[in-house]
């Protein structure tokens, strides 16, 4: 779906939801686009809050240090690390997934810290 069709099917929800159904939505589930959110908060119906999919997030991250990787050898950054340890496809991949199974596995705030920060000093 395109961006300009989920910022409009979002208005039409959001205000469909009080007018019709006499119905507020307390949460928009998103794939990080703030887009359709940003529209369906525009609408002041009433407040709501937006929360993250995990699998989006852990997308993300992969996405990112692939990005890293890339811009790196495009300016002849070299990142440290030879041989074992070093930050490699497989690498990467093995992140991302630490860093899902970290998000999912934990409870609050401060345990999902905790947990990602010990995926890093095991990949590390």
């Known amino acids: 779906m395109s961006g300009h069709m989920e910022v409009a099917a979002a ?4 205000a469909r939801s009080i007018d019709d159904h006499r119905l507020k ?13 940003t529209a369906a908060q525009k609408l002041e119906l009433y407040p709501m809050a937006k929360e993250e999919c995990v699998n989006h997030v852990a997308k993300r ?11 790196c050898s495009k ?12 930050l490699t496809k497989e690498t990467m991949d093995q992140l991302q997934t630490y860093y899902d199974r970290a998000i999912r596995k934990s409870n609050t ?14 990949c590390y």
Do not use: C, P
């Not at 208005?11 to 959001?14: M, S, T």
């Not at 307390?26 to 794939?31: A, E, K, R, V």
């Not at 705030?109 to 095991?122: G, L, P, R, S, Y």
């Open 11 to 14: 208005e039409l929800l959001w």
């Open 25 to 37: 939505y307390t949460t928009m589930l998103s794939d990080g686009n703030a887009k359709a959110f």
């Open 61 to 71: 991250l992969g996405s990112s240090l692939r990005n890293l990787v890339t811009n």
């Open 75 to 86: 300016r002849n950054i070299q990142l440290r690390g030879r041989g074992t340890g070093r």
């Open 109 to 122: 705030v401060e345990e999902k810290k905790a947990a990602i920060m010990a995926t890093i000093n095991h």
